[in-house]
């Protein structure tokens, strides 16, 4: 398994942007997909954006053009580039690694991401 630590969460207005890091201890790292979830109060947990081990990114549709996941694997950091940041954003958001030996993945502790006036 691999352990994750998120960061740069905070109070944004709208407009604004955030770059969130995930940052994993444990080798191996280039081999997981990595992928970043979020969790609005009242909803589940939804899939934001993941990454591959080439380098394939994925969207949801609420997010395209705006968010951007990269991978850094010499730093075994993953980054989440969020730019003109909307109310609707607001949730925590939670940084996730698996593979094919843990398809059920690890998960992060979580970084509060507050979009308002």
């Known amino acids: 398994q691999v352990q994750l630590v998120e960061s740069g969460g905070g109070l944004v207005q709208p407009g604004g942007s955030l770059r969130l890091s995930c940052a994993a201890s444990?080798?191996?790292?280039?081999?997981?997909?990595m992928g970043w979830y979020r969790q609005a109060p009242g909803n589940q947990r939804e899939l934001v954006t993941s990454i591959t081990t080439d380098g394939t990114t994925n969207y949801a549709e609420s997010v395209k053009g705006r968010f951007t996941i990269s991978r850094d694997n010499a730093k075994k950091t993953v980054y989440l580039q969020m730019n003109n940041l909307k109310p609707e954003d607001t949730a925590v958001y939670y940084c996730n690694a698996h593979n094919r030996l843990f398809p059920g993945g690890s998960w992060g502790q979580g970084t509060q991401v507050t979009v308002s006036s």
């Open positions: 444990g080798r191996f790292f280039s081999t997981f997909v």
